[in-house]
Structure formats: C-alpha cells, structure tokens
C-alpha cells in the first residue's frame, strides 16, 4: 500500500498533470478586472454534493416534479476534479479527497491527497485566494459546518503537509486505535513551520472564521503556555460558541465562532438513527446465487435530529458572515461557506442527514441571493469539491420478474418521501466501515454574475481564476 493511499484511508478513518508543483505566488494579471466599485466573491460548496447528491435531496424535499433553488440559478458547468500524485511530475489521480480538492479551488494549483495549500512532491505553501485578498485590503470570511480545521475550510487560510494536523497535540503522532496515520514534524514552528492547523488560523488574517471545532482549539500552542483559544484572543478575535453570542457580536473586530467540538450536528437523521443496511439473502441463496430468496431493508423515514437546534443553522452563520464581511466596507469581501456532511453523512450511509445538509446549503444560498440583490457586485458560485458514494437506484429491481433473487451487493436505505414515494439508495464502494468518494466531474451554479465568466466546463483550477479575476487581484 503506498503512503498516499495509507493517507486516503486515514482521512476517511479520522473524518468522519497541469500546474503540478509550482507555488501559486500570483500577481495581479494583465487581464485582471480593473475595479471601480467593491466587489464580493461568495463561494459556496456542498462537501461531496454531486448530482446523486441533489437529485436524492431534490426528490425528497421537493418532489420528483419539484425544483431546488439551485435550479433557478441562471448559470450552471461542469467541474472536471484535479488531484496528482506526490510528486513535483505525480500523475494525475482520478478520485480526489476534500483536502486537495479544496486546495486546488482556493489556489489554483493541482496538489495531492491529504495536502493542506502545499505543493505536491515540494511541499511548499501556495498562496490562497482569502490571503490575496486580504494583501489588497479586503475582508474574508470562513464558513463551515465542519469543524474550522477541518479539510475545506483549513485550504483556504492555512497550509501544512498533512490535514490530520489539526491542533497542536497532533503534530508529531497521529493515530487511530494505535494505528499510526501519519505526522507533520516539519511543520512545527520549532523546525521553521506554521504549526497546526487550529494554531495557523487563531494567528491569521481571516476576518470571519465560523463552525465546530472548539476541541481543536484547547491544546497549548507550541512553544507557549497558552492555549490556542487564548492565542486567537491574542491576535483579536471575538470568540462566540452559541447563537445568541452569535447574534450580539460587533462588527469592529475579528469574528470566531466555534459551535461544537468537532462537525456540528446534521438536520436531519434516520428513524431512530438508521443507516443504509445490506439486504439479507436466505440460505438458500448462500448456497447458488440463483435459488432461494432475499430480504431488502425495511424502508425508513426522515426525522429531526434532536441535537440540531443546539447549535446555530448555516444560514445563520451566513447571515452573520455577511453582515460583518459588509459593515462599512468599501473594499469588498471573499466569503467560503461550506455545507459539509453532504459528505460527511455520506461516508456513514446516512441519505437522510446528507439531504438535510443539502437543505442547510440551500438556505445559505438563499441568504447570499438577498445579499447581492442588495450589494450587485456580488459573485456567487456554488459547487461541490468531489462527488461520494450516495447512488439513486430502482426500488424495485428491472429483473425482479426473473425467478431469482436479484439485489444490490452493497448498503441500501429505502427512504419514504414526504409525497408519498419510496427512494433507494445504495452504497457500494468498498465493503468497509465506511464509504469512499467517487471520481465524477460536479456541478457548478452561479448567478448573473457568472454568465459569461464562467464556461460550460471548466477545469477545478479555473475556480480560484474566475475569483481572483472578479476581485481584481
């Protein structure tokens, strides 16, 4: 097994050939747009959220004859996934992870597996899009309902070799039931690195940093006797861990909101907590794949999850960003936001969560319309960083009529719509614990803004592109 591969499946455990090797140290282009007026960039992407993805969540939340706000947007593409070995010439891979994908849209340079805004075979750090912005004077803001360390949200502020590296205490052994899953020595500050993940964002330039995460945040920063909440404090953040804290924050300092220990709690969950579940074949069928019989799971509803309303919703971390991103700016704003148990569910065979995170995205998006109906100047695009695992399959098999029994080798959860349907959907990646991304190309939505800004299809890289160039950076 190689080590990147050894790192993909770490990712997984503790998650829950173009521009290969060149630092993205980009100046202005001559081609860059010459602003007369402040402009914003909102960028929002659903984790893992491909087209299963939406139409399972479109079905369910509002029919197969329904619409999503998505598709009312009047621009949509077609993302091609870029990720490389690791090495400076790696060859190109064709399933991504949340930490390279995120990398290459906050970057514009193609790097590998599990790398944080560095260099695949160099790893040297590459300049983001949110640090551009904030060098000529604009506001930036991250979004997550992750935990802020996690992959997506940490691509864009921060750089290290590793994305397990989230806090201080996981610098130099990183292990999972005595696993040993990796370390990022060469990154302590004491060998000239940037710290953790946590330590690099409680030190940064981001206006607005919003998610779970908090566990991340205790350790004692390297080097110090204080704890890594205490250095963001330092460095002049306003530190909030609820909705009503949320609500009161002023606008004239450094926001940091942290909700939970880790990734906040999803919407929506299974009866009961139910998962998708392998289908039971009779004896019978255990003996020859042509007799006997098999039992397919018993369909399942959506429920509310209880722990949701413990923490604040996306929309209003949104609401919140915006609001502060915009108070008496005349420079403008980049803003991620990022709904992240699309994927984050669809590891754990959980359609139900991953539908209701689909929801969260939408409200966002919601809240970022009112805002550029408001503010013209206003950039939204919506994607996704990879596709997953969720597949949308007959309910009833094509060749249920033959005299055999005929169903799915992997994970199904049959799932009741509000209107009265009955959606499968399957899981079959692997025969794990838990499932694995897909290597689709993903959706693109933008508003006006983006019709004839953006193609049709576009390689992952030209997301950083488009957005440098709206902003005029």
């Not at 087209?51 to 197969?64: K, P, S, V």
């Not at 964002?201 to 110090?224: K, Q």
């Not at 950039?379 to 007959?394: K, Y």
Request: charged share 20%.
């Amino acid at each position: 097994m190689t080590s990147r591969t050894s790192l993909l499946l770490a990712s997984l455990l503790l998650c829950s050939a173009t521009t290969l090797a060149q630092p993205s140290t980009q100046q202005p282009e001559p081609h860059a747009v010459q602003i007369e007026q402040p402009r914003q960039v909102i960028l929002i992407i659903g984790d893992g959220m491909d087209e299963q993805q939406i139409t399972i969540a479109r079905n369910y939340l509002r029919g197969a004859a329904g619409q999503l706000l998505l598709d009312s947007m009047p621009m949509r593409a077609a993302v091609q996934i870029q990720t490389s070995e690791e090495a400076v010439d790696g060859k190109p891979v064709y399933v991504a992870d949340s930490a390279n994908t995120a990398s290459t849209m906050a970057t514009g340079t193609v790097t590998s597996i599990g790398r944080i805004s560095t260099a695949a075979g160099t790893d040297q750090d590459l300049t983001t899009i949110a640090e551009l912005a904030s060098a000529a004077g604009m506001r930036t803001g991250i979004v997550t309902t992750a935990s802020v360390t996690d992959a997506t949200p940490a691509a864009f502020a921060t750089h290290i070799s590793l994305r397990l590296c989230e806090d201080a205490a996981t610098m130099e052994d990183i292990r999972y039931r005595d696993i040993f899953l990796g370390e990022c020595k060469s990154d302590l500050k004491a060998n000239g690195g940037k710290g953790s993940i946590a330590e690099q964002l409680a030190e940064s330039d981001v206006d607005v940093i919003l998610g779970g995460g908090s566990a991340h945040f205790t350790p004692t920063v390297e080097g110090d006797s204080v704890s890594t909440l205490d250095l963001a404090r330092r460095n002049g953040y306003e530190v909030v861990s609820n909705a009503t804290e949320l609500a009161q924050a002023s606008t004239d300092k450094k926001l940091l909101g942290l909700f939970s220990p880790g990734t906040m709690p999803v919407r929506l969950q299974g009866e009961a907590g139910r998962e998708a579940e392998a289908p039971e074949p009779s004896w019978l069928n255990q003996l020859h794949p042509y007799l006997g019989s098999s039992n397919l799971p018993e369909p399942m509803t959506c429920e509310p999850n209880p722990q949701f309303s413990s923490v604040p919703t996306l929309r209003q971390m949104t609401d919140a960003a915006l609001q502060h991103l915009a108070d008496a700016n005349n420079r403008g704003f980049f803003l991620m936001i990022e709904s992240a148990s699309i994927d984050k569910q669809s590891h754990e065979r959980k359609p139900c969560g991953s539908i209701g995170e689909v929801e969260q995205l939408e409200e966002a998006l919601d809240s970022a319309l009112a805002f550029a109906r408001t503010h013209p100047h206003t950039l939204i695009i919506v994607t996704a960083d990879h596709a997953q695992a969720a597949q949308l399959i007959p309910d009833e098999s094509l060749f249920a009529a033959f005299p055999i029994p005929v169903y799915t080798p992997g994970k199904l959860a049959r799932v009741i719509t509000p209107e009265g349907g009955q959606m499968a959907v399957n899981y079959a990646t692997n025969n794990f614990f838990m499932e694995e991304h897909t290597g689709a190309a993903v959706p693109l939505f933008s508003n006006s803004e983006g019709v004839g800004r953006i193609p049709a299809f576009i390689q992952q890289t030209q997301i950083f592109e488009i957005t440098r160039d709206y902003l005029g950076i």
